[in-house]
């Protein structure tokens, strides 16, 4: 392209010229430096909110762990001194103190790790197994009553009943916590796959690519699996509000985390019946639920957006 | 239709039956002391408890229990309960509560599909407008503050500032149903206000639309006759799902208000050992969950009269 | 373990078999002095006892946990207090309480026993009639029905074996017959109130309105027995309409009412109300509500709400709204704080001298540990509990210092002395009473333990102990309360003990204390409630000896039992030492059946030796605070009998009760206990 000061100061004459003929430039094919991440990641930095929830998001998780350093109480060492009870934020205790004098500050922040790290391993988890079992339930025809059976069986019993008895005969623990929601909550990840996947099987380029020996694995990942990238961001990240939401409730039941673990939503439940009187209490850990939430809400929908092949140019 | 009918019917059969026995299976795992109440185990004596497993039919060998539940369930004898309420049948255990359940669960789908389907439509007649943000932003926070949070803040605002009465009365059922409706509610106008808005965007850019817009149509009428009706036919599939489900009853905010209904009980009964009501709970909610699916196919294709059920790929 | 519910508190309806004592024991001076909210009961009127001219309330309205909710309607078949709590307001047995806990007439009218107090006669009334859920009048009850509802107890098809351990522990030939029905299986059913007869166990009717009991010995509280729900009558003609099943599983809608109040609603998980029975036979005796509520209410949280809104009555202060009232100065409600009386519950620590690990292997370090005097007695000497019990009673958490093993006010001796301040003169305690400012048996050396510390740790050392010792405590999961209560004693054990030497460890369970913690041994002490059973102190020390089948807290909670049956450890024998010199002591006061006051000092001294060498660790009263319209003082309060929830006679107020005069109500009712 030729800009209108390329021209300036030219004579008349300067400004047309033959070009020699060049076989090697003519036999130049033309081409494209697309990439598919790459252009994910370029249409997601396009969409300026998104972004702004990734830092913010990326911001709290950091934050949190220099919250906790630079905080003037350990979480480990704290002590319960009643005298001390209900101070609003202050310059000692920056959040101020719950119903037994504690700081709160090192609270909020200690749990909103153990949240997202919850959130995050549970997110992670399902997606890897429901995409794994979702791709093969969706391909291979034998298997799908099977799967459907299975999913019926585990969606239609209410995860109370799962949940007392993980609870009751394997105990309570992080890891426990983590691998029960995974254990409950992949099925509906896979179910979702497993319709995309129907979708896709039989069209003609996969026909093609089976007739030419394409192996399985590959025809799933190559051929199939880009087309549900966005699908899963979108689950992914909705899944993360979802798995807080359901701790809080498990953790008002007795049949969340262990003591030693306090989560969000252990926090949320247990300040409840204060928070009239010392709203503080309740307002500072559900803004922090409500910025990851959030922020995945916007975030998944952005990156849902620019995974799908077909907004890209 | 009917040949179809038969097959999903026999289809769900199969299911219920495998949830049944997973369920039945599932609480023999728990030790047998879990029968007994604290008292009881301070109490008895080993001779005692054995008498009274005996008694229950725990001490059989599963097998034998096994058949012995499948054979009641065939003459639909879901047996009686035993901690719940000490030797009722549990069909009038649940059936007392399914009805307080199920009125404050109807009313909560019908107020929440009315606002939410209104809200949905509003938003995307005037998308990216103020209203649509307040609308996505209404969304946003109700699934982002735990429901234990927000289901606190309607009860103490509620009751405090508003003057309702906080706990369900049956003395006074119209009054103190406004908050737990309400609870019910909040969640439920988002879904229902998210999904008519994302469906209706989709649906104003497709070709049709916009030939519609050029022939002069008015932009109220391209809203509810075209955009609405198409928009609606993905949502319909599950609708009936999510009202039977309310009529479960929602487990928290029945605590929260001492709603006589149906959404503790299950944790209740788990909690008491009481085999007879999770099972035949179990088995409610899973027929629930199954007509609701199959309801959801059926308005589909009431709303959509090119789908058919009937075709070789079935509609999901 | 919450401390701040009643429900893991236990009282175990059991005997020891060996028990006889001659004179009266466990009851009060008689009803009467200052306090009027009594003379209803005497004056024959129907308006509710009234001491501060307020206007009483018609109607009232109370509340009780969701988790207490109501699982049986039948008397003779529940074993749990939330059940009793609700039917003792529609179903009599022979005798009731008054609010100092003495028996009274019921359904019996007068009582006597022999010289040697083995045989019991009751005279009962004459014009006691079954009405139904309506009102109307189905039979007239008779001494026969006291027949068949003991038939139907002790029949093993019958009952269940429920409720059986009363009288199978008392009554002659009771116990037999009730093997003989469990050995029977289900031909059992068959049997009647005259098969039991004819078995021999130790009850007749001569004739209408009398019945007789035979003890095995001589069982000079027999009366308080009595007036368990084991004793309780049915018609015969209720079981046969109902059937066996039917009656087993009766609810308010077929089952027959003889006492103050029918049933007017019941919604499980939301409310119950009863209305007056109008064919009581006490109606002209006793004040009683148009009508009762009790609310079922999940969250403790609302009830302040609750009691604002006036949709409760009365409501218990929990430490978060105390804080929230005493925070406004201007609150109406800071005048309106009312003290309650202790509950009947006396708590205890209790070791575990078998601990296992998680894995089942033995926790020998604190199996040690704890098998060390020294080590026990810095719980008893050294460990402060005050912002604990402020969990409980922030306004005088002293109120709440329990010193001693057998809760106070269970017996009296015959020169009118409590039982527990025996026990305090045999600690050298009787000149100490509550100052609000230290507890009582931390006065001594200021509560200095560095000594019998440093002796702990030496002694221990010396055998392989490692230091901190770690002491593993459980919860109930997801109970904020009973955390925020266990975190503060873990601050307790670091104050007083310092981390060098006990750490505390909060661990949880998730459905049951018994099959989750207990059963496996993996607690290293169990903080609970032991409520009286009958009033002599054997019932609460003799759960702790050795040697005993029936000694409860020795086989399931200490597991000393266990130890002593399989050979104690080297370092054991000094433990093992202490309860058999606790044991011989109290089999020597139990020996004593000819002097009451001989009797109780005896026991006295086993408790101040069990006390010593802190064989269990004495921890608290639930001593707590109430917003409330009724006066409490004038409520049913008996240390045993399934009677305290019955809403007769109490004294309400439209007109909150306020903190001075439940000052006086509290002054008044010492007075007349002392007196």
């Known amino acids: ?313 | 239709m009917l040949k179809y009918t038969v097959k999903r019917l026999l289809q769900s059969l199969v299911t219920i039956f495998l949830i049944a026995t997973a369920v039945f299976l599932m609480m023999r795992c728990l030790p047998t002391d879990y029968y007994f109440t604290e008292e009881q185990l301070m109490k008895f004596t080993d001779q005692q408890k054995t008498a009274a497993l005996e008694a229950a039919g725990l001490t059989d060998p599963i097998p034998t229990q096994l058949i012995k539940f499948y054979n009641d369930l065939l003459h639909l004898d879901f047996g009686t309960s035993r901690r719940i309420q000490n030797g009722a049948p549990v069909v009038k255990v649940i059936g007392k509560k399914f009805g307080v359940s199920m009125r404050l669960g109807l009313t909560a789908s019908a107020i929440s599909l009315v606002l939410g389907v209104l809200m949905g439509i509003l938003q995307a007649a005037f998308k990216d407008k103020v209203f649509d943000w307040i609308g996505t932003a209404y969304t946003v926070f109700v699934n982002a503050v735990p429901s234990l949070v927000s289901y606190s803040l309607v009860l103490v605002l509620g009751s405090k500032y508003l003057g309702f009465p906080t706990l369900y009365s049956t003395r006074n059922v119209s009054a103190s149903s406004v908050l737990p409706i309400t609870c019910l509610s909040l969640a439920s106008i988002a879904g229902y206000a998210l999904w008519t808005r994302r469906y209706m965007v989709d649906e104003l850019t497709r070709d049709y639309i916009k030939l519609a817009r050029v022939k002069g149509l008015s932009s109220r009428e391209i809203m509810f006759k075209h955009v609405l009706r198409n928009a609606m036919v993905p949502m319909v599939q599950y609708i009936p799902q999510s009202i039977l489900l309310t009529v479960g009853g929602s487990l928290l905010m029945e605590r929260f208000f001492s709603v006589p209904g149906m959404g503790p009980l299950l944790t209740d009964a788990i909690q008491r050992y009481d085999l007879n009501v999770v099972q035949t709970l179990v088995i409610l909610y899973a027929v629930l969950g199954i007509v609701g699916v199959f309801l959801g196919d059926v308005l589909m294709m009431v709303v959509d009269p090119r789908i058919t059920l009937t075709g070789k790929e079935e509609a999901r | 373990m919450n401390i701040n519910h009643e429900s893991h508190a236990i009282s175990r309806r059991s005997f020891l078999k060996a028990s006889g004592v001659v004179g009266a024991a466990g009851i009060l001076a008689a009803c009467g002095g200052s306090s009027s909210s009594s003379t209803a009961a005497s004056s024959g009127a129907t308006s509710a006892p009234n001491t501060t001219g307020a206007a009483p309330l018609k109607e009232f309205i109370s509340w009780e946990a969701t988790n207490r909710e109501l699982e049986s309607w039948n008397m003779l078949y529940t074993q749990m207090a939330s059940d009793m709590n609700v039917t003792t307001n529609l179903w009599e047995g022979l005798l009731s309480f008054d609010c100092y806990g003495k028996a009274v007439p019921s359904v019996a009218k007068e009582w006597s026993h022999n010289d040697d107090s083995s045989v019991w006669t009751f005279n009962l009334r004459d014009d006691v009639d079954w009405v139904d859920v309506n009102g109307e009048v189905k039979a007239h009850l008779t001494s026969k029905d006291f027949l068949v509802g003991l038939e139907w107890v002790l029949n093993a098809a019958k009952n269940q074996a429920n409720n059986t351990s009363m009288p199978n522990e008392t009554l002659v030939g009771a116990a037999d017959y009730y093997q003989k029905t469990s050995d029977m299986g289900d031909a059992a059913a068959d049997l009647t109130y005259e098969d039991m007869l004819a078995a021999g166990v130790g009850v007749e009717a001569p004739d209408d309105y009398t019945l007789v009991f035979t003890c095995k010995a001589p069982c000079p509280y027999f009366d308080t027995v009595a007036a368990y729900t084991s004793f309780y009558p049915v018609s015969e003609d209720l079981i046969t309409e109902l059937g066996i099943e039917g009656f087993r599983a009766c609810d308010y809608t077929n089952m027959w009412y003889n006492g103050p109040y029918v049933v007017e609603e019941f919604i499980s998980q939301n409310t119950k109300s009863y209305i007056p029975n109008p064919n009581y036979y006490g109606a002209n005796d006793v004040s009683r509500f148009d009508r009762f509520t009790v609310t079922m209410i999940s969250d403790g949280t609302v009830t302040f709400q609750l009691y604002q809104n006036r949709e409760l009555d009365e409501m218990d202060v929990g430490e978060s709204t105390l804080t929230t009232i005493q925070a406004d100065p201007n609150s109406e409600y800071n005048a309106q704080l009312c003290e309650k009386r202790p509950k009947k519950y006396s708590y205890q620590m209790h070791f575990n001298y078998q601990k296992n690990n998680d894995d089942g292997t033995p926790d020998d370090n604190w199996n040690k540990a704890i098998a060390n005097t020294a080590f026990r007695q810095c719980f008893y000497k050294g460990l402060e509990l005050t912002n604990w019990y402020a969990r409980t009673n922030k306004i005088n958490p002293l109120k709440c210092e329990n010193d001693y093993y057998t809760m106070p006010g269970v017996c009296y001796n015959t020169k009118g002395q409590e039982y527990s301040t025996l026990v305090a003169k045999e600690m050298g305690f009787d000149k100490e009473s509550y100052d609000g400012k230290t507890m009582i048996r931390l006065r001594a050396n200021n509560g200095d333990i560095a000594d019998l510390k440093k002796q702990a740790m030496d002694e221990l050392s010396a055998i392989g102990v490692t230091f901190p010792v770690h002491a593993a405590y459980y919860i109930i999961a997801g109970n904020s309360t009973a955390l925020d209560s266990a975190t503060v004693l873990k601050q307790c054990f670091t104050d007083s003990f310092g981390d060098d030497f006990i750490v505390l460890d909060i661990k949880t369970y998730v459905s049951s204390l018994t099959q989750e913690v207990r059963n496996p041994q993996v607690q290293s002490f169990v903080i609970n409630g032991w409520g009286a059973d009958f009033g002599d102190p054997v019932n609460f020390v003799g759960q702790e000896i050795l040697h005993d089948d029936n000694a409860y807290y020795s086989w399931y909670y200490s597991n000393i039992a266990k130890i002593v049956e399989a050979g104690p450890a080297d370092w054991q024998k000094d433990l093992v030492a202490a309860y058999e010199e606790f044991t011989d002591l109290v089999n020597t006061a139990k020996a004593i059946v000819d002097d009451t006051d001989a009797r109780y000092a005896a026991f006295a001294k086993a408790e101040a030796c069990m006390l010593n060498n802190v064989l269990a660790c004495p921890c608290y009263f639930d001593v707590s605070w109430t917003l409330t319209h009724a006066n409490e003082y004038s409520k049913i309060n008996a240390m045993y009998g399934p009677c305290n929830y019955k809403a007769v006679n109490w004294e309400t107020s439209e007109e909150p009760y306020t903190t001075e005069q439940y000052e006086e109500f509290a002054a008044a009712f010492d007075a007349a206990t002392k007196a």
Request: glycine share 6%; with cysteine; aromatic share 16%.
């Open chain 1, 1 to 313: 392209m030729a800009k209108a000061s390329d021209f300036e100061g030219k004579k008349q004459d300067e400004l047309f010229y033959f070009v020699e003929y060049s076989p090697e430039e003519a036999e130049r094919i033309g081409y494209s430096n697309y990439s598919y991440w790459g252009s994910v990641i370029q249409n997601f930095l396009k969409q300026k909110v998104a972004v702004f929830c990734l830092i913010l998001f990326l911001a709290l998780t950091v934050f949190s762990f220099i919250a906790l350093a630079i905080g003037k109480y350990d979480y480990t060492g704290l002590i319960s001194d009643t005298s001390k009870a209900f101070i609003k934020p202050n310059s000692e205790y920056w959040f101020g103190t719950d119903n037994l004098g504690r700081d709160y500050w090192c609270q909020v922040w200690y749990a909103t790790q153990v949240s997202i790290r919850l959130a995050l391993v549970v997110a992670v988890g399902e997606s890897i197994v429901g995409v794994i079992f979702g791709l093969i339930w969706g391909y291979v025809r034998s298997l799908d009553r099977f799967f459907t059976e299975l999913y019926n069986l585990i969606d239609n019993v209410p995860y109370i009943i799962y949940m007392t008895l993980i609870a009751l005969m394997v105990g309570q623990s992080f890891w426990i916590m983590a691998i029960s929601m995974i254990a409950i909550n992949w099925l509906s990840m896979a179910r979702r796959v497993r319709n995309m996947v129907f979708m896709f099987r039989d069209r003609e380029y996969n026909l093609a690519s089976r007739c030419l020996g394409t192996p399985l694995w590959r025809v799933l990942t190559k051929n199939i699996l880009p087309y549900l990238v966005s699908v899963i961001i979108l689950r992914m990240a909705l899944s993360i509000p979802g798995t807080i939401n359901l701790e809080s409730t498990l953790s008002y039941l007795g049949l969340g985390l262990g003591i030693d673990t306090p989560s969000l939503g252990l926090i949320l439940s247990k300040v409840r019946g204060f928070f009239l009187d010392y709203p503080y209490l309740l307002v500072f850990p559900a803004s922090i639920v409500s910025i990851i939430s959030i922020s995945f809400y916007i975030m998944g929908n952005a990156l849902s957006d620019a995974a799908d092949p077909r907004n890209h140019v």
